[in-house]
Nanobody
Framework: QVQLVESGGGLVQAGGSLRLSCTAS????????MGWFRQAPGKEREFVAA????????DYTNSVKGRFTISRDNAKNTVYLQMNSLKPEDTALYYC?????????????????WGQGTQVTVSS
């Protein structure tokens, strides 16, 4: 079973930036699509961004398009989420997840491993 460890969260003012990282153990990272999700208090976990195995294809939820960028470094077993122009509504616990296969996935059921999450808080 792969282990995913997120880092990079914190408190930032609106308009600021953060870069989240997620490092995976095990040998499956390079063969799987990866994703970022977030969950705010009292809300369901929602899709944020996904990247294919090779990194050639990405997908984003509409609310973060143009502000967030997902990328990966397969040599380092790490996936990143660069978040710019942050808004208070981006405040949430951010999770990375490993997909069931090599493609892009937007539903939680299409992921089989999850990290513990890293908190992002954006103040107004």
């Amino acid at each position: 079973q792969v282990q995913l460890v997120e880092s990079g969260g914190g408190l930032v003012q609106a308009g600021g930036s953060l870069r989240l990282s997620c490092t995976a153990s095990g040998r499956t990272f390079g063969s799987r699509g990866m994703g970022w999700f977030r969950q705010a208090p009292g809300k369901e976990r929602e899709f944020v961004a996904a990247i294919s195995r090779s990194g050639d294809n990405t997908d984003y939820t509409n609310s973060v398009k143009g502000r967030f960028t997902i990328s990966r470094d397969n040599a380092k077993n790490t996936v990143y989420l660069q978040m710019n122009s942050l808004k208070p509504e981006d405040t949430a616990l951010y999770y990375c997840a490993q997909g069931l296969d090599s493609g892009l996935y937007t539903y939680t059921g299409e992921y089989d491993s999850w990290g513990q999450g890293t908190q992002v808080t954006v103040s107004s």
